[in-house]
């Protein structure tokens, strides 16, 4: 059994305003208008015919991933990380679940936030890379340079041009050493994607990283089923180190061996790759949505609401959502990082979720937000149910716009449709359920002296929140 492993545990703080940590890269669509990074993964496994594949995530995130992954009618077993510790971890429990599947198992270990369009060049080169892990070889696809890139890690093989022996894993380089690689022949970009057997890799993280070993296996012989997802002991993985497969054991192990990927590849760090990713214009601008443009030339623009307006500019990156704008140079697109710092330490929640929240349940909008109200825009998928709950510090007011609403307020239970409303006092023990067969759309107005996420006393809850 081939089994893909998609690792989805990262945010993207540098396609920030768009990437969010409760709302990250893999799953937005990016390049692809109609599907987003994870699924484009996702489904690039697939056409490779590989068996249903193993996500590694957050906890913040499973509910937006398996989401995104029945959309496009994939089944997954969806492996939750208690914490974030990097790839060496996270693809050791993936191995330790797919031993528990096939003793032979093969990974395919995929991170869900790359594109590639040439299925056949990737089908290929798997093809060379599932041949030498049966062989016991850890497998790394070295993408073939196409210019100096300093913003990439390379890997330098024995020989040129053919499924090779790694001699070394290098650092990213500056300009001058790149142009040197890139001469030379025989090194390549670290794509981050590897092929491996369960076993085989396994045996060397015993070997080389007994820390990291010992956690991840207590912690998944302590797994148990949590609805859709799996859940692995948090203290024993709270144990494991923290770091990266390339440097806990592909930059240690005499198995290493990089196979020639000659296709197309981009890992999308920054807007620029973006940029020289899509289609340009006659001034060479890359547009999206409502943009309007005057002798502007190499601009990456992107606005989700708002119109954006972009006069005598050149070669910037301009992303514009409804709560923030990003005008940045495209070659210091990188440096958008520096910003989402800046919102941490500043206790801002910008960099943390957009103006729109999605839950498991559907999602809600915030319309405005004053001293002592709160007014949303809320969606609830048929058949799907809020927690049973109750606030100290606010009272609710809801208007149905769409569908139709089973609304619980203490013993009573009552059925609201489009163009009524109902009141929930402070402190009223209350539940909203859409029993239809559309979208349940209202509008809620909140009042109170503190009107925080965390007002929110669960008492029962079908997605196992607290």
């Not at 089908?123 to 030498?132: D, G």
């Not at 959502?321 to 210091?332: F, G, L, N, Q, Y």
Request: glycine fraction near 6%; charged fraction near 20%; aromatic fraction near 8%.
């Amino acid at each position: 059994m081939v089994i893909p492993v998609l690792l989805a545990g990262g945010v993207g703080s540098r396609l920030w305003p768009l990437s969010r940590e409760l709302y990250p890269k893999q799953c937005i669509n990016l390049f692809d208008p109609t599907k987003s990074l994870i699924q484009q993964t996702a489904e690039r496994a697939q056409t490779a015919k590989l068996a249903e594949p193993i996500v590694v995530c957050n906890d913040e995130h499973r509910f937006l991933i398996a989401q995104q992954l029945a959309e496009a009618d994939i089944k997954a077993d969806i492996i939750l990380e208690p914490s974030g510790k990097n790839t060496a971890p996270a693809i050791a429990l993936a191995a330790f679940r797919a031993l528990a599947l096939d003793p032979e198992a093969v990974l395919v270990v995929l991170p869900a936030d790359h594109v590639i369009k040439d299925q056949a060049q990737f089908n290929a080169a798997l093809k060379q890379a599932v041949s030498e892990a049966k062989k016991g070889k850890l497998v790394t696809f070295g993408v073939k340079p196409a210019y100096a890139e300093t913003g990439y890690g390379y890997i330098q093989a024995e020989q040129q041009g053919c499924v090779s022996a790694v001699r070394a894993f290098k650092e990213k380089p500056d300009a001058a050493t790149a142009e040197q690689y890139l001469a030379a022949g025989n090194y390549y970009w670290n794509s981050g994607m590897f092929v491996f057997s369960a076993q085989s890799y396994l045996s060397e993280l015993q070997s080389l990283q007994a820390d990291i070993f010992n956690a991840t296996e207590q912690a998944y012989k302590e797994h148990n089923i949590d609805l859709d997802f799996i859940r692995v002991g948090a203290e024993a993985f709270a144990q494991s180190p923290a770091d990266s497969i390339d440097y806990a054991i592909m930059e240690k192990t005499d198995k290493a061996v990089v196979v020639p990927y000659h296709g197309d590849w981009n890992d999308i760090g920054a807007w620029a790759a973006l940029y020289d990713l899509n289609e340009k214009d006659d001034n060479g601008n890359v547009l999206f949505g409502d943009v309007l443009t005057h002798e502007a030339s190499g601009n990456y623009i992107r606005s989700e609401n708002q119109l954006i307006a972009a006069v005598g500019v050149e070669n910037l990156a301009v992303i514009a959502t409804k709560d923030a704008v990003a005008i940045v140079p495209r070659e210091r697109a990188q440096d958008v990082k520096h910003i989402v710092q800046q919102l941490k330490d500043a206790g801002r929640t910008e960099h943390e979720i957009h103006t729109k929240v999605h839950r498991p349940w559907g999602s809600y909008e915030t319309i405005n937000l004053g001293n002592r109200y709160h007014v949303k825009n809320i969606m609830v998928k048929p058949g799907e149910k809020l927690s049973v709950q109750k606030h100290h510090h606010r009272a609710e007011h809801w208007i149905v716009v769409s569908g139709t609403a089973s609304v619980t307020i203490d013993d009573s239970v009552q059925m609201v449709t489009e163009n009524q409303s109902v009141y929930i006092p402070l402190g009223a023990v209350h539940a909203l359920e859409n029993p239809g067969k559309i979208p349940l759309e209202l509008i809620e107005v909140q009042t109170g002296a503190y009107l925080g996420e965390d007002d929110i006393i669960r008492l029962t809850d079908r997605y196992g929140r607290v």
